[in-house]
């Protein structure tokens, strides 16, 4: 029983651990974390975060998971709430933009460790090219839905319509870094409206 | 005349020293650049590279106008070559895939920076910012040039279709650095043909 207890204890404390990573490594990049400077800010002892993750790159990874859901829990899981077709890819632009918004934790740190680490093979960017892959896929099929419920045109290339959108995606989140969130998205959803309708069925 | 030499002379090393910082804030980011390491780059004294620049800062505000130079050789400058209209803005957008291109050297120097320094108020980011700006501004007159010339709907906005070429580059070189050039760039012109006809003036 108490080592059920302490199985259960461990995992909160590993998504506690976690939680104040990520949010070191929105500031200040995936690559900065360090176990050590974790470790003081959870107040912990170096080796009791260690025995967590194993290493630098395991707490890493770990990290990588954990933004992956949160951005699916922000992005994906509303506009899964919402009719298939343009209501929900309209959600998913709309979540997104709301997504990539730069605020005072420093952008999206998925984007930023793309920056940071797809030139450096290894686990890590296996991690992110796994994440990005399984996104695109996602995006795809609910392109292909709003297909097949007749609200783009029967020719149209999800995985190139997919790559359109996330490029509107990069820019919002650019743009918000730079200039300022409203204009940026402001641009953005009037970019994919003209996207959209350039796929339209009755273009 | 010894001193005009001197001046020369201290030019030509002001620029060595500054290829030599591109190259390395390039692999390793414009954050990691320190007098001290590029010093020893160039067989030189730290004291000697801290006389050209003044400071750390001085010597980053440096690397990118570099960048701003060579950016506006390996697009611009070309692509003004071309007659004004959609032959100009094609060649802006084919050089600019190629500039974007992820090669040995680690990616877009100015894209990496923007990423690192967007949420840091200072000289930098207010550098970075007015370099965006001017590009902005060149490539929206592109635009222009081609609703002037009739090639594009009178109707066309400059600055927001310079957004969305813009994202068009930001999403080659995102997918560059994690699925390679080749198939980023393919996607990316496609994108390209159909924006601009999206925007056609028969429409």
């Known amino acids: 029983m108490s080592a059920v207890i302490n199985h259960r204890k461990g995992a909160v404390t590993r998504e506690a651990i976690i939680d104040r990573a990520y949010l070191m490594a929105c500031s200040a990049g995936l690559d900065q974390l360090s176990i050590g400077s974790l470790a003081q800010a959870v107040h912990m002892s170096k080796s009791g975060v260690f025995a967590h993750f194993g290493s630098r790159e395991g707490l890493q990874l770990a990290v990588i998971e954990s933004a992956g859901l949160r951005f699916g829990n922000h992005v994906l899981v509303p506009a899964l709430a919402m009719p298939r077709g343009l209501p929900r890819l309209r959600a998913i632009v709309d979540r997104w933009c709301d997504w990539v918004r730069h ?95 350039s796929y339209s069925p009755t273009r």
């Open 103 to 197: 605020t005072s934790d420093g952008g999206c740190l998925y984007l930023a460790a793309v920056s940071e680490f797809d030139d450096r093979p290894g686990p890590i960017r296996e991690c992110l090219l796994q994440h990005e892959t399984r996104w695109r896929h996602e995006l795809a099929r609910a392109i292909q839905l709003t297909i097949d419920v007749g609200e783009l045109h029967a020719d149209t290339d999800p995985q190139q319509l997919a790559f359109e959108i996330y490029s509107l995606a990069l820019i919002v989140h650019h743009d918000s870094g730079l200039f300022g969130y409203e204009p940026a998205r402001e641009r953005g959803l009037r970019a994919f409206e003209r996207l959209i309708r």
